[in-house]
């Protein structure tokens, strides 16, 4: 008895089967596939191209699944539906955390959160920055960094806010990662850039002030 490699047709898993099996259980999401349908759907996405049969039936099936996976699967993408629930708690998060931040900030520019505002303010922006960069775009690929619609859906609103937390969502159903996700990161350095400066500004006209008070 020999094996061969098949895809389970419910969940992507690659696994390799024994060759003279009618019916196989998926060693991932446990159905059971026709043994045909899933050496079909192998050979259909290139599955055994230039890939030596396995000796071990199922002990290595979940190390196998993205080995073998073609470019360009994204298997999240296909279980993805937005969640408005958590889409509505993302956005209010945003407003809060945001309204927050403002809040503690007086009309002279002077910060009466202290230390800690700062520290958040500057964690919530690194952090947006790094989700845009790595985390979102990691959702259109194999290796999906968050596999929770509900995660998912509540991060990109609470990062992107409205105009591009929804895109983001919006981008997911339609399974395309455009550059939003570039644009939002290039307005996100450049608006802290610019708080900076404008906060130098002050600070320096207001030392000058007292100089020559």
């Known amino acids: 008895m020999g094996y061969i490699m ?38 259909a996405n290139g599955q055994m191209g230039g890939q030596q049969q396995p000796q071990d039936p199922y002990g290595n099936a979940q190390q196998m699944t993205y080995q073998y996976a073609p470019a360009g699967t994204a298997p999240f993408l296909g279980t993805w539906k937005t969640n408005v629930l958590f889409t509505v708690l993302g956005i209010v998060a945003a407003i809060v955390f945001n309204g927050f931040v403002g809040g503690s900030v007086d009309q002279n520019g002077n910060v009466n959160g202290g230390a800690i505002t700062g520290v958040l303010s500057i964690a919530y922006i690194v952090f947006a920055i790094v989700y845009a960069a790595k985390i979102y775009p990691s ?51 450049a608006s802290f850039v610019l708080v900076f400066v404008l906060v130098m500004v002050v600070g320096l006209a207001a030392v000058a002030s007292i100089a020559t008070a």
């Open 6 to 43: 098949g895809v389970c047709p419910q969940c992507n898993n690659v696994m390799s089967m024994p060759d003279d099996s009618a019916v196989v259980r998926c060693p991932t999401c446990q159905a059971e596939v026709n043994a045909g349908e899933a050496a079909a759907l192998a050979g």
């Open 139 to 189: 959702y259109f690929t194999d290796k999906p960094m968050l596999a929770s619609s509900e995660a998912v859906s509540f991060l990109n609103t609470f990062v992107g806010g409205i105009i591009f937390g929804l895109l983001w969502n919006h981008n997911l159903t339609l399974k395309n990662k455009g550059i939003s996700n570039v644009v939002f990161i290039v307005l996100t350095v």
